[in-house]
């Protein structure tokens, strides 16, 4: 950390007169109240100052503390119709920290707390926050740990009965740090009387052995701590539970209050340690596995974008989960500088105005947002004469073929902004839900030639072309409004996210396959195939096609690219997708919603040649 030692000086003396802070001025309720009577609310980033994070060539975001209070995991144990108050994949293991004395304050006051909502892009310093009392007693000793956790803990044993089955032995998600140098965590603490805070910083694993990584006593305030994992085994840090905060509280007074804030954890590696090489159709494609874009929620996936000259910013939608419902997709948007060194609090776009992105359906055919199912997403969008077009995966209100009441079609909004976007309606209208009802979606369009060329997944054909084929299909438009009959690529294979790249005359392609799901030897993963005229496409299912990436996780699946505003792409580009780190399915059925959760959105480096 840069001046380390006058940086935190300095911010001891802010945040000693900002913690003295009265009723009128923190009133939002966000603060518990002490002996004193006043609220503790945790300083903004104009207050405490920028503290960043180091720099790594594999990154992997574990928290960011952007979405409110990471509580408790209790999708298990409330209903839909009760709502979820915790569902964050990671959060604290209690609502309070554990005390080893009994703390002089109401049971409120000591829970965590947050400075965000999750439907608020806000700053990029918010945090979850706690207030630590002291006893009753006139000066108080002792130990508050605070336990966050890094996986989703099972309710009940393996093998134990539930609703859908029982607890299966995969059903886990540790924390896999072997291949990281490091961890780095931005945190807060600070005595509201100005006086030194003590404490110190742990690691669990799976078997329950407790690393102490780092340890201070000092003036406190906003910090950066960096620990090096290199001095564990890996074997030690393959299934890591949780970090742990312990508070040491020494001849604390009545009178006193410490303030603890979490701000960011990531692991970092200084190399990176899985890449590719490999020839295709005569394209040396070379692949660098980067680690995870962002720490998102609700299950993010088919992420895709452009880097946008007029902003100068990179630009990326993608599909995900809604916290107040199972099941529900939404498109979100986030923003980035440079891809590798972070992205912006994700925008949910909404049809009920509820936060900063929205859609606006004047048929009112379209799903709203908060439904269940939502709206859609597998977003597709690119960007011609400052118009915004996004093609999506849409879902409509009152279907019903006589077996499904509800299947994708593929709806086009328009934006001027890619925030504020108008629905035109369905480009592809597909009859009904076909063969396993999904109907069409999950769009990759490219603007080539003047001409939209739409690649799409198909189960059923467009009502005003009836004889048109499935599969993996092509529509061509001269207008980006209306496209003609669909042309097969292939009868078998699904989604695909496309791209042109002038340089080697080439079209590009990135697709998933499940386990075994094209052959005996095909491994599950996300891979790539080549094609010189964008209709024949010469797809591997071998090793071979396979890019850098996670395969230890359950599946990675739904990838995207982040090319140019028409659908190009240069010789270097990043390609994105979902991975899981609980499974898709158990024994061939549907677990939990837990495994929307754990999925997160990671990204892989590709140079061609």
């Known amino acids: 950390m840069r001046n380390r030692n006058s940086i935190v000086k300095l911010l001891a003396i802010v945040l000693a007169a900002l913690l003295l802070c009265g009723n009128a001025a923190c009133s939002d309720g966000r603060g518990g109240k002490g002996p004193g009577g006043n609220d503790i609310v945790p300083p903004t980033s104009a207050e405490t100052g920028e503290v960043a994070m180091k720099e790594y060539a594999v990154t992997k975001t574990i928290a960011d503390f952007k979405y409110g209070v990471a509580g408790p995991y209790d999708k298990y144990t409330k209903s839909v119709d009760e709502g979820w108050n915790y569902w964050l994949s990671r959060s604290f293991a209690k609502i309070t920290p554990e005390y080893s004395y009994t703390p002089d304050a109401s049971a409120e006051a000591l829970e965590y707390r947050s400075n965000c909502v999750w439907s608020d ?128 509280i020494s001849g604390m007074a009545r009178d006193d209050r410490i303030l603890n804030c979490w701000y960011k954890l990531e692991a970092g590696a200084n190399a990176v340690f899985w890449e590719k090489s490999a020839r295709l159709n005569g394209v040396s494609v070379k692949s660098e596995y980067l680690g995870n874009m962002l720490y998102t929620m609700c299950g993010a996936y088919s992420a895709t974008g452009f880097y946008d000259t ?55 055919k379209l799903r709203g947002s908060s439904s269940p199912i939502g709206y859609g997403g597998d977003p597709a969008v690119v960007k011609v004469d400052g118009t915004y077009y996004m093609y999506f995966s849409g879902l409509e209100w009152n279907l019903d073929d006589g077996t499904y009441h509800h299947w994708n079609k593929i709806w086009l909004a328009t934006s001027s902004d890619g925030l504020h976007w108008t629905a035109y309606g ?162 061939g059925s549907w677990f939990s919603s837990a495994q929307y959760d754990a999925r997160q959105l990671e990204f892989t480096r590709i140079t061609l040649s």
């Open 310 to 364: 007029e902003d100068g910013k990179y630009k990326v939608w993608y599909g995900a989960g809604v916290p107040e419902q199972q099941s529900t997709d939404n498109i979100y948007y986030i923003e980035s500088s440079d891809p590798e060194r972070g992205w912006s609090k994700p925008i949910r776009i909404t049809t009920d105005g509820s936060t900063k992105g929205s859609l606006t359906d004047a048929s009112g």
């Open 426 to 587: 369905a480009v592809v209208d597909t009859e009904n839900g076909g063969s396993l009802g999904y109907g069409s979606g999950a769009p990759s369009v490219v603007v080539y030639g003047g001409k939209f060329y739409m690649y799409y997944y198909s189960q059923s054909h467009d009502v005003n072309f009836p004889d048109e084929p499935g599969g993996l299909v092509l529509k061509i438009s001269d207008d980006g409004y209306h496209f003609g009959k669909a042309i097969s690529i292939d009868r078998s294979m699904p989604s695909m996210e496309v791209k042109y790249v002038p340089e080697l005359m080439k079209w590009i392609g990135c697709f998933y396959t499940e386990d075994k799901q094209y052959g005996a030897d095909c491994r599950a993963g996300v891979r790539i195939a080549f094609s010189n005229d964008g209709l024949k496409w010469n797809f591997d299912f071998s090793d071979n096609s396979l890019i850098a990436q996670d395969l230890s996780l359950p599946i990675n699946h739904n990838p995207g690219f982040i090319g140019t505003e028409t659908g190009f792409a240069g010789t270097t580009l990043y390609c994105n997708y979902g991975a899981n780190d609980l499974p898709l399915t158990v024994n």
């Open 121 to 248: 892009d806000g700053s990029d310093d918010d945090c979850n926050y706690v207030v630590i009392y002291p006893s009753a007693e006139s000066k108080t000793s002792g130990t508050v740990e605070s336990e966050f956790l890094f996986y989703i803990p099972c309710l009940n044993p393996e093998g134990t009965p539930v609703s859908n089955g029982t607890y299966p032995k995969e059903y886990e998600n540790y924390l896999d740090l072997s291949e990281y140098d490091n961890l780095s965590f931005i945190f807060l603490a600070s005595a509201e009387k100005g006086g030194d805070v003590s404490f110190e910083v742990c690691l669990k694993n799976h078997g329950g052995e407790r690393f102490k990584v780092y340890e201070y006593s000092g003036k406190g305030g906003k910090m950066r701590i960096d620990i090096d994992l290199t001095g564990i085994d890996k074997t030690q840090r393959d299934r890591l539970e949780s970090i742990t905060v312990v508070n040491r």
